[in-house]
Nanobody, 117 residues
């Protein structure tokens, strides 16, 4: 059974930084793609960043150059370093794991990030 546990959310002032962590269990971590999504109140969940099994990364335009996704296969953990945070980054952030083949995904429970102006 794959489980994902996010941590690191909180309240930060605009311009500040946070780092989110997603610890995975129940799978061979290095084989999977990991993504971070976010969902703000009243909005659809949106893809923020992805890192593939070989370490290639992609970002949404809204976070490019501010956020960095990474992973540590030895620790079965993915990270999202968020810098220069803006109030519009306020959302619940979710970790997503995608198995090879792209048909099976798992979600974490989410962690709240609130950026005050």
């Amino acid at each position: 059974q794959v489980q994902l546990v996010e941590s690191g959310g909180g309240l930060v002032q605009a311009g500040g930084s946070l780092i989110l962590s997603c610890a995975a269990s129940g799978t061979i971590f290095s084989f999977n793609s990991m993504s971070w999504y976010r969902q703000a109140p009243g909005k659809q969940r949106e893809l923020v960043a992805t890192i593939t099994s070989v370490g290639s990364t992609t970002y949404s335009d809204s976070v490019k150059a501010r956020f960095t996704i990474s992973k540590d296969n030895a620790k079965n953990t993915a990270y999202l370093q968020m810098n220069s945070l803006k109030p519009e980054d306020t959302a619940v952030y979710y970790c997503n794991l995608m198995k090879p083949g792209g048909k099976t995904t798992y979600w974490g429970q989410g962690t709240q990030v609130t950026v005050s102006s």
